[in-house]
């Protein structure tokens, strides 16, 4: 590790620790930014799913509100699962407010207050994970400080009928902008450093959120769901959107998850035949899901995760983690692959079968 972005996160740190900084009043001084991370990895790692794997973990998560249950009733849990992942080797650290909007905390019984407040600590127990992580050996260890990543779940998560994989829901720019601002808003006073347009079925809702995020100057990535290789769930072919989501400053890259994994590669070179920006994959684990039950179905495909993984990285994704499904060492592998194994990947590109 070299380079002047280590040296100022170690300025960052001794500032945290002193607590006294007039413009951080809450304290969450450590900061890290996608520029710069994307400047020091060839790969930046992402972390896994929240949901499935508090499932995993014995938690009950089928409720309208998914993890943000877990948010609201025992967030030491999520906390940890965030450490799980930055030990495991994951660069960027999503928070559990994908299924938290201001809106759907409020019906599920919360004040407007605690709505509110649920929210921020979404992102707080991130900052307070990386940070354990940072002080238990992160920062001797040469890696980066993970990037805290605020989650920005479609309407149809909120709608919690599946429709984050059909798209089947309509709203106007206006309605669109009154739903996901508030959460936005609140996610970047509480010190956000990116967000992620995650699981968009529909390719209006995310040009809305971008237009949201441009406006408030914050750095996003923006990630589809996809019915096949070449069309979004809402039945939009990939080129017209990538063909829309030019000219946007703060959008830092652009790809798919919450999909099966059969489906990235030819995902990934249809992608890249539209963008210059970096391309994303978080998907499944090639387990199906009964939107209805709110249960998997069926074993892993027989290519293991890291297998396909390495499809991906030969194909031209360099943002890489785990969406349904996966766990901790899922993304611990891919963390491992050497520098040696990364550029013969790039080398060789195995035939997309
Ligand atoms: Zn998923």
């Avoid at 849990?77 to 965030?82: E, G, K």
């Avoid at 495991?88 to 207050?113: F, H, N, P, R, W």
């Avoid at 920006?277 to 899901?289: D, F, K, M, T, W």
């Amino acid at each position: 590790m070299s380079g002047s972005g280590f040296d100022r996160t170690a300025d960052s740190r001794k500032s945290f620790l002193q607590g006294n900084d007039p413009s951080d009043p809450k304290g969450y001084h450590m900061r890290q930014s996608f520029e710069e991370l994307n400047k020091q990895k060839n790969l930046i790692v992402m972390d896994g799913p929240m949901g499935t794997e508090l499932e995993r973990r014995g938690y009950n998560v089928n409720d309208r509100l998914w993890s943000a249950k877990i948010l609201r009733d025992d967030p030491a849990a999520i906390r940890r699962i965030h450490y799980d992942y930055c030990a495991a080797g994951a660069d960027i650290l999503t928070c559990a407010s994908y299924q938290a909007s201001v809106k759907g905390l409020c019906e599920a019984g919360c004040s407007q207050a605690r709505a509110e407040e649920l929210i921020a600590l979404s992102l707080r127990l991130v900052q307070e994970a990386r940070e354990s992580w940072w002080e238990e050996g992160g920062r001797l260890s040469g890696r980066p400080l993970p990037l805290a990543a605020g989650d920005i779940g479609p309407y149809g998560a909120y709608l919690s009928d599946a429709s984050e994989y059909t798209g089947a829901y309509r709203l106007s720019r206006s309605e669109y902008r009154e739903f996901h601002l508030p959460r936005m808003r609140i996610l970047q006073e509480t010190g956000a450093e990116i967000f992620a347009v995650e699981t968009m079925p529909r390719l209006d809702e995310a040009l809305v959120c971008a237009e949201l995020l441009e406006e408030m100057g914050a750095d996003y990535w923006i990630s589809f769901t996809f019915r096949d290789e070449s069309h979004i769930c809402e039945g939009r072919p990939v080129s017209e959107v990538t063909a829309a989501l030019r000219d946007l400053p703060h959008l830092k890259a652009v790809g798919v998850n919450c999909t099966p994994p059969e489906y990235v590669r030819g995902i990934v070179r249809r992608l890249r035949a539209g963008t210059d920006l970096p391309i994303c994959v978080y998907p499944n684990s090639g387990e199906i899901y009964d939107g209805v039950t709110k249960t998997w179905h069926g074993v892993p495909g027989a290519q293991t995760f890291d297998g396909m993984a390495r499809g991906w990285y030969a194909e031209g994704a360099r943002l890489i983690g785990g969406c349904c499904r996966t766990t901790p060492d899922d993304i611990r592998t891919i963390a491992g692959w050497t520098e040696e194994e990364k550029a013969s990947l790039c080398r060789s590109l195995p035939p997309l079968d």
